[in-house]
């Protein structure tokens, strides 16, 4: 079984990190990089949009469990924000189709971007998961996503707000359900002991969600509201 990562560092400069309960110090389990740092562009905010989830001082963290080849890419484009384009799942899927049509075309070939889901709960917690496919609706009942997913939650030191806590929750091996998505609801790992067993679960209109332990990943319930959490903001990013 991975084990999870943790680590606190300094907003725009990597600082500590350090041991705490399960979690590990990023210098015993993988190697922090020089690619954890590369500058970025990030694109795609109006400049009227109140909830901006992505901050540039957050990258280095959020590509801690990340491919060495998606840390090299220097543009992450915003490709639905729910504040700018509406609270539908159905308008997220529409927004991300493009890239969904574009993977299937290169179905045979190794992905070279990434996908990131980034939500807020009404207590401004920021978590959300890394995938390797656009988030679409299925056709049939299979889960998308390979082992290089991961369930993470970022937020700001309590004492400090020049650190970031960042915790990331690896792909176990346990079973595939990494996404399972269709018009009426998101579902993200699953094996858990309720609600679905799922890390995390979306309804059609990205009014409500839920979280909780599931085997795919090994995390804990994501969201300082609990099992059920409101969602305040909601965004999902292409990587390269």
């Known amino acids: 079984m991975f084990q999870r990562i943790k680590s606190w560092r300094k907003s725009k400069t ?3 990190l350090e041991k705490s309960g399960s979690a590990i110090s990023l210098n015993e389990s993988i190697s922090s990089s020089e690619s954890d740092c590369i500058p970025i562009k990030l694109s795609g905010y109006n400049s009227t949009t109140n ?3 992505l901050q540039e001082d957050m990258v280095p963290e959020l590509r801690t469990l990340m491919p060495e080849r998606i840390k090299l890419h220097t543009n992450w484009t915003l490709l639905y924000s729910l504040e700018q384009n509406g609270a539908s799942l159905n308008t997220l899927y529409r927004c991300c189709k493009e890239e969904y049509d574009n993977f299937r ?3 045979n070939t ?3 971007k ?3 889901l980034m939500i807020q709960d009404m207590e401004n917690t920021i978590f959300g998961l890394f995938t390797n496919e656009p988030f679409h609706p299925l056709s049939n009942n299979k889960f998308y996503g390979n ?3 991961f369930l993470w939650r970022i937020e700001k030191s309590k004492n400090n707000n020049d650190f970031y806590t960042f915790e990331g929750f690896p792909f ?3 079973n595939f359900y990494v996404v399972y998505s269709t018009n009426k609801m998101m579902q993200i790992g699953a094996g858990g002991t309720s609600n679905g067993g799922a890390g995390i679960w ?3 209109m990205l009014f409500n969600g839920g979280t909780n332990n599931c085997k795919t990943f090994n995390n804990p319930i994501l969201s300082k509201q609990g099992t059920l959490f409101k969602i305040k903001a909601l965004e999902v990013w292409k990587i390269g």
């Open 110 to 112: 190794f992905s070279r």
């Open 51 to 53: 909830h901006q989830l």
């Open 114 to 116: 990434g996908y990131l």
């Open 147 to 149: 082992g290089e997913s």
């Open 105 to 107: 075309l290169r179905s």
């Open 14 to 16: 990597p600082e500590k």
């Open 172 to 174: 176990q091996n346990e």
């Open 202 to 204: 979306l309804d059609d």
